[in-house]
């Protein structure tokens, strides 16, 4: 499924109505989601969206340097994950990626292709890119989880008539 955001607030609004979809779904089931795109496609921007929406008012930076990034939001574990700087994938198991893959946590992953193999399978992936002002995000449902995922983001968004799919 595709959509056009064309400005930062639809962007904002897809964030907070993925933050929704994550929480409305199952409430006991967790997910990972990978975003891939370009330098400056909007991947940090829309998990910063996702985790306003679900009540972080901290400063909430991408995690280029110290690789990942806890939140306790919504009584949820939600861990944000920038590998752009990883220098090798085997670096993921000195994290303790594999305690992560627990099924009620949600994993937001930024190039999640430097993690290769040592990544969990992802359950949704979000591949962003400019799109003139704004962005386009093709979303594709790896998991049954994720195709949860996407029906839900699919049901705000057509509710909302933002960031319609396109």
């Known amino acids: 499924m595709n959509w056009n955001l064309p400005d930062e607030s639809a962007s904002q609004y897809f964030g907070a109505a993925l933050a ?15 975003l891939q795109g370009d330098l400056g496609a909007g991947k940090t921007f829309l998990v910063r969206a996702l985790l306003r929406a ?11 340097y110290t690789l990942m990034e806890p939140y306790e939001l ?11 700087r990883l220098a090798d994938p085997e670096e993921l198991e ?42 386009a995000v093709a979303a594709t449902a790896s998991s049954p989880r994720g195709q949860q995922l996407l029906d839900r983001l699919r ?10 799919p396109g």
């Open 20 to 34: 929704r979809a994550m929480m409305d779904s199952d409430p006991r089931a967790g997910a990972v989601i990978w």
């Open 54 to 64: 679900l009540g972080e008012t901290g400063p909430v930076r991408s995690p280029t």
């Open 74 to 84: 919504a009584g949820r574990c939600i861990w944000h994950m920038d590998l752009y």
């Open 94 to 135: 000195f994290l303790g990626i594999r305690e992560l893959d627990e099924s009620d946590q949600f994993l937001l992953v930024e190039w999640p292709e430097r993690g290769r193999d040592y990544l969990p399978a992802p359950d949704l992936k979000l591949q962003m890119q400019h799109r003139d002002a704004g962005r």
């Open 155 to 164: 049901v705000e968004q057509e509710a909302s008539g933002t960031g319609a």
